[in-house]
Structure formats: structure tokens, C-alpha cells
């Protein structure tokens, strides 16, 4: 197996914009001070949940773990997506584009 740190379980906090602007700055500042808090510890819960899995799946499972190019693994399977969409994979006919904005 190849651990290549890629993609990991995501949770979300959404609020439709007439909620959103109907709330005043300041509360909108303390929500995504929370948010940001709250992505901080839930990235760091869930790496450690991984060391934690990644050590049963060595000495439980009998996994072995090779290292490989993340990069070039990243490169390969980035058409991946975009073919999906086109195939018409997703329910929603943009999602591949959209969730690529977040990606940086």
C-alpha cells in the first residue's frame, strides 16, 4: 500500500447566504474563527487517526507500505476527475470543477 497523504474524510458547515448575510460582522468573524479552529483540530484528529489505522494495517493486517512519487501519483490521477465528469460519473454536472476551487 502506498500512503500518499491525497485525499482524507472531509466535513462542512454550510449556510445558505440570506442566513449568512443576515448575520452581522462580527458574528460572521466569530463563525469562521470557529470554522477555521474546528478544521485545525479536526485535521489533526483525523492524522492521528491515520497513524493510528497505518500501525493495525502493519502489525494486525500484514500491510506493507511502500513509498512511491506522490507527486507523480497526484499527475496521473489528475485526469481522473475531469473524465469523470465529462462521462457524466457525478449528479451534479459541475462537481468536479467545483470542488477544484478549493484545492488551491
Known amino acids: 500500500m502506498?500512503?500518499?497523504?491525497?485525499?482524507?474524510p472531509v466535513e462542512?458547515?454550510?449556510?445558505s447566504?440570506?442566513?449568512?448575510n443576515s448575520l452581522s460582522a462580527e458574528d460572521q468573524a466569530i463563525i469562521e474563527d470557529c470554522?477555521?479552529?474546528a478544521?485545525?483540530?479536526?485535521?489533526?484528529n483525523i492524522a492521528a487517526k491515520w497513524e493510528e489505522d497505518k500501525e493495525?494495517?502493519?502489525?494486525?493486517?500484514?500491510?506493507?507500505?511502500c513509498d512511491i512519487d506522490r507527486q507523480a501519483f497526484i499527475d496521473a490521477a489528475a485526469p481522473l476527475g475531469k473524465d469523470l465528469q465529462?462521462?457524466?460519473?457525478?449528479?451534479?454536472?459541475?462537481?468536479?470543477?467545483?470542488?477544484?476551487q478549493f484545492n488551491g
Open 2 to 8: 502506498a500512503d500518499v497523504d491525497y485525499a482524507y
Open 12 to 15: 462542512q458547515i454550510c449556510f
Open 17 to 20: 447566504t440570506q442566513f449568512w
Open 35 to 37: 470554522a477555521a479552529k
Open 39 to 44: 478544521a485545525e483540530r479536526h485535521t489533526a
Open 56 to 65: 493495525f494495517l502493519i502489525n494486525e493486517g500484514g500491510v506493507t507500505f
Open 86 to 100: 465529462a462521462e457524466g460519473f457525478f449528479d451534479t454536472a459541475d462537481l468536479y470543477d467545483q470542488t477544484r
